[in-house]
């Protein structure tokens, strides 16, 4: 916790860094408000857009070699997850150096398509990456949506909103899951859809209770409240996090 | 086998003794006092004792009992065991495997909220726990209840309650089920679901309290007349029931229904009143066994002696089926299958609204779909005490309370039999031994070549062991393997406290003498590697055989005489596994113990001290690798 801080101002220098001899640091256009470690990874060409409130836990990492990287507001990248792909298991493709990084940084909401050459990968808002996940570059992981340790997601795959990808499964390349789906289960896994409106009863206990000739119990409120309880014990977290962060970076005890 | 190697296997003798376990019971109960005939093991043993040390195995083996033993007969399966896992008897003194012993329940309990289920309990919980535990429908992880107030945010810890999966996002609101308390759910559940009709409930109720007054007055029936009574006023009692809008039961119900009618069937159409099939013994009674034998034989008799003459036999009365509804009837709807094809291809359902076969295995058999899936109550865990069969000492006991890992009585084996490990010797560049073949790879053990491997026996009892260890000169089988013992008998040291150790350390030549011996690394004929406070390690060389793969391939293009099936079996059964070196160890070890009260069975030279001279001898095979194909 203590290696957490809230951006510096080198985090937020948009402008490309200098090309030494290690490799190519990304561009990073921070929000104020997010937090970001200091070990995390940023490399690549391509500008890397942090949105307000995301939390970035230490040692994860940010290649944004082939295309832009958009994380949008309020998310949680945990430690060690790897965002994009490392110059040397991307198939080969090198990124030409004569092209400029996307330098004009636009809002987080608006999607710049470049589709010829760059692949921008995108995680919305109230996403929660788990640690050691990996998202490839291409993927578009829509919001509130949750991506569960050790999870990985390939190349062009699309994560519907309010969908979990459980630990470990694998969303194959340009795979697309649905809204509210959840994901579970070993490698491609099994797919559920959540309840999102209120559902009908239990067939079993609707025979109950014609059978009895009682009345039916009180319809249950939709499956939308645990989702919503669920975002805001997310947002809360987020909170609790930032107030514990910044008296610690700002030297006050207390 | 799947252990890595090196590996030890101890042989429990039980595979040995030809008693089976109720033909000894019987003869145990019979005459308590005296052992059964079997050959004791310590004679045996010690002529075997004797023949061993004169290596002259092979001459005397008339009884079985001095048969080597064979790990690779197919009977060998059953009595191999990794020496942790085996349980030993005091009373017997004998090894004790899986199958020596008898368990029995000590206590039901919760593995998820720990709480001991009472044992009359058990069965009308299903063998679940009949409390909060539940486990998700879909992929069978626990549930947790919480409240979904908080998150309207009515007020705390108020309101409706669900149970809801942490990994898979699935709460009782998929099918629509909130509760009311956060406390029994299962009773709340049970509520729900529970879809016997008002009049059957009533039955049922009546049935099952007052049971035998239910069926007393039916199974009195003396006549045909009253019976055939009976039945008429039956179909009036059943048609008001037989309201055709009546929604079908659930299955529990049915199951009851059906329970129900069937038992009345029962005694309806036993017509004599002396007849006890309808008593509470029901069909598997012994007295229905001898009510049926007597009327076939007396009807057989009567036919036979007196022809028709006799009185007209009354036709026996039939048991007809379910009927209606209330009886349990179940008729399948008219477009039910329609229904669910048409549900089935609706595109809100598809392949991942359907139960999968493990999701419905568990749930009732009208669910197809996801959305027919119920919380499943968590399935109760037992603990076990163990006994021996043949004495029914208790081995192992467990504390009955299931927040305990503890026991109050665990006699495992390995407290009384030394620990063999075994480990391949390090050649030594200057051994005096140049054919030495390196022995880094236990997988690839190149054949032909001697290879010395260290067996360690760690003594656990508090007293000083003698040992003698003895080995076939050749492994059975196909392969012949050389191995010698170098040292056969030695002696372990007591498990004494580990302070003796640091205190004779100083003054102990022996040890640094067989220490410097081990630095040495030239194992001698007649004595031990090394020795310490409580185990002594021996040297093995072992030469191992040549695999019969490239003999036998000319071996296998000739056998025609070899027609009978059981040879060309044996062959193939020999075939799996054939390169892997096991070596049989006979163990013989005894030991000077405090006399006991079971002094007489045991004891044979008794010691002026009050000691009696124990004896244990068994098996064990040292797996010590796989052998090279070629050179």
Known sequence: MATLKPPTNTHRSSSSSSHSSGPPKAPLKADPTATIADTVVFQGRYLVTIGAGTVIHPRAKFYAYEGPIFVDDGCIICEKAVIGAPPTSSRSRSPSPSRPPSTSPTESGASTPEPRKEISTRISYFVTVGPLTTVEPGAHIHSSATIEALATIRRGADIGAHSKVCSGCEIAAGGSVAEWVVVYGQGPGMRRKRARGVKEMSPAVVAASQVAQAPLPGPAPAGKVIEDARLMVLQKEREVLGRMLVPAVGGRKK | ?631
């Open chain 2, 1 to 631: 086998m799947s252990r890595p190697f090196p590996y030890t296997y101890i042989s429990c003798p039980c595979a040995d003794t030809p008693v089976p376990d109720p033909a000894r019971k019987r003869r145990s109960r019979e005459s308590p006092q005296k052992s059964p005939q079997k050959p004791p093991p310590e004679r045996a043993i010690t002529d075997r004792d004797k023949k061993l040390s004169a290596k002259e195995e092979e001459q005397g083996e008339d009884e079985d009992e001095e048969q080597t033993f064979d790990p690779r007969s197919p009977r060998s399966n059953f009595s191999l065991y990794p020496p942790e896992q085996l349980l030993y008897c005091e009373e017997c003194h004998q090894i004790k495997c899986s199958r020596c012993i008898t368990e029995e329940i000590v206590s039901w309990y919760c593995p998820s909220c720990l709480f001991e289920t009472p044992s009359s309990m058990v069965r009308s919980d299903g063998n679940r726990c009949g409390r909060n535990c539940f486990n998700c429908p879909v992929c069978t992880s626990p549930l947790a209840v919480s409240t979904i107030e908080n998150a309207t945010g009515n007020g705390p810890q108020q309101g409706p309650w669900v149970l809801s999966c942490g990994y898979c996002l699935w709460t009782t609101l998929d099918i629509g089920i909130k509760f009311d308390k956060p406390t029994n759910i299962r009773s709340q559940l049970q509520k729900m679901t529970d879809s016997t009709p008002p009049a059957a409930l009533d039955r049922s109720r009546q049935a099952s309290r007052t049971f035998g007054d239910l069926k007393h007055p039916l199974s009195s029936y003396a006549s045909i007349d009253e019976q055939s009574n009976a039945r008429g006023c039956d179909p009036e009692q059943a048609a008001p029931k037989e309201d055709a809008g009546a929604p079908p039961m659930g299955t529990d119900a049915r199951f009851a229904a059906l329970k129900n009618f069937y038992r009345a069937q029962i005694s309806e159409t036993s017509n004599s009143p002396n007849d006890h099939l309808s008593s509470e013994f029901g069909f598997s009674s012994p007295g229905a066994l001898n009510r049926l034998m007597s009327l076939y034989t007396s009807s057989s008799r009567l036919s036979g002696l007196y022809g028709g003459s006799k009185k007209p036999k009354s036709k026996p009365p039939v048991m007809r089926e379910a009927l209606t509804a209330s009886e349990g009837l179940h008729v399948a709807p008219e477009n039910n299958e329609k229904d669910i094809i048409a549900r089935l291809q609706s595109p809100e359902c598809g392949w991942d609204g359907m139960a999968s076969v493990d999701q419905r295995a568990t749930q009732s058999p009208d669910a197809r779909f996801v959305d027919d899936l119920l919380p499943l109550p968590v399935l109760l865990r037992t603990k076990r005490a163990k006994r021996c069969k043949s004495c029914k000492h208790i081995l192992v006991k467990p504390e009955s309370k299931p927040q305990s890992t503890r026991f109050r009585i665990r006699l495992i084996a390995l407290s009384y039999i030394p620990l063999p490990t075994l480990r391949p010797l390090a050649p030594s560049s200057s051994s005096a031994l140049p054919a030495m073949a390196p022995t880094s790879d236990l997988n690839s053990l190149p054949p032909l070549r001697p290879i010395h491997i260290l067996l360690t026996l760690k003594n656990h009892m508090f007293d000083p062991v003698r040992i003698t260890l003895a080995t076939p000169p050749v492994t059975p089988g196909r392969v012949a393997t050389k191995v010698t013992v170098l040292s056969p008998q030695f002696e372990i040291g007591a498990n004494s406290d580990v302070w003796d150790e640091a205190l004779q350390g100083a003054s102990a030549p022996l040890t640094s003498d067989s220490r410097s011996a081990a630095l040495r690394g030239v194992p001698e004929a007649g004595k031990v590697w090394d020795k310490g406070r409580n185990w002594t390690t021996v040297v093995l060389e072992v030469v191992p055989g040549t695999l019969p793969g490239s003999s036998a391939e000319g071996g296998d293009g000739n056998p025609n005489t070899e027609t009978n099936d059981e040879d060309v079996l044996a062959v193939a059964a020999s075939r799996q596994d054939e390169d892997v070196l096991e070596i049989p160890v006979f163990v013989h070890m005894d030991w000077d113990a405090d006399a006991q009260l079971d002094q007489q069975n045991v004891g044979k030279g008794s010691k002026p001290d009050d000691k009696v001279t124990r004896e244990l001898a068994y098996w064990m095979v040292l797996g010590v690798g796989r052998i090279q194909p070629s050179l």
